[in-house]
């Protein structure tokens, strides 16, 4: 083979190399999701799945997943990034109110000029976090750290704990004292919007859990 020959094989292989599409940017293994720019383990999701699974073994894996990223992760990793002054003093005052109760008689006696709720309960009626809390027989009677929830934190305390023929049917008499940056009303605006905004802003889905998202959320 001569010598331009030899030159032009070796421009061939270079443009052929060149014109090869860059490799994807590898994803770390336990990466759920990426939507708006956040990124969302599977760690983040699967002790609140884990609840599920004992509240009802017999729902889908991916209903549950569903119920726990569209109720819980992405509004709080959302309202995390939105709200971060609005949340870090409400943190403040549940630590405040937390370092006066270390039970559950003492967080309705000391959280009496906050927002606060004391009735029975059903799980599916309080947030997942919350309800891990009250829901556990073990934690009877004791007060929670605050406890981080999508519209800011709560302090809760069990009272009783009446078990149901069915697990979800399980009563829970408990104080929650809510340390919130928005009203109900105004906190489902603001979600709805969300849901809105950013429903076609996923940049990745592990393909193992495409079919594990909220419907509202539009595949890449």
């Known amino acids: 083979m001569n010598c331009r020959s030899y030159t032009w094989l070796?421009?061939?292989?270079?443009?052929v190399a060149c014109s090869k599409a860059p490799a994807p940017p590898a994803h770390p293994a336990n990466l759920l999701l990426t939507i708006d720019g956040l990124d969302i383990t599977i760690e983040e999701v699967t002790p609140h799945v884990d609840f599920l699974d004992s509240v009802g073994p017999e729902w889908a894996k991916k209903v549950k997943f569903r119920r726990v990223l569209e109720e819980f992760t992405i509004p709080l990793?959302?309202?995390?990034?939105?709200?971060?002054?609005?949340?870090?003093?409400?943190?403040?005052?549940?630590?405040?109110?937390?370092?006066?109760?270390?039970?559950?008689?003492?967080?309705?006696?000391?959280?009496?000029?906050?927002?606060?709720?004391?009735?029975?309960?059903?799980?599916?009626?309080?947030?997942?976090s919350v309800a891990e809390f009250l829901f556990d027989p073990l934690l009877t009677g004791s007060a929670s750290q605050p406890i981080e929830v999508p519209r800011g934190w709560i302090v809760a305390g069990a009272f009783e704990l009446q078990q149901g023929a069915q697990v979800v049917n399980d009563l829970v008499d408990a104080v929650q004292v809510g340390f919130l940056t928005h009203t109900p009303g105004d906190w489902q605006t603001w979600w709805n919007l969300e849901q809105l905004r950013i429903a076609d802003k996923v940049t990745y889905v592990n393909p193992a859990y495409r079919d594990h998202l909220p419907e509202w959320i539009k595949l890449p």
């Open 10 to 15: 070796l421009c061939g292989v270079l443009l």
């Open 77 to 128: 990793r959302l309202a995390q990034r939105a709200f971060p002054e609005q949340r870090a003093k409400m943190h403040e005052r549940a630590v405040n109110l937390r370092s006066v109760a270390d039970n559950a008689l003492e967080i309705e006696k000391q959280g009496a000029q906050q927002v606060i709720k004391r009735k029975g309960i059903v799980r599916r009626a309080v947030e997942l």
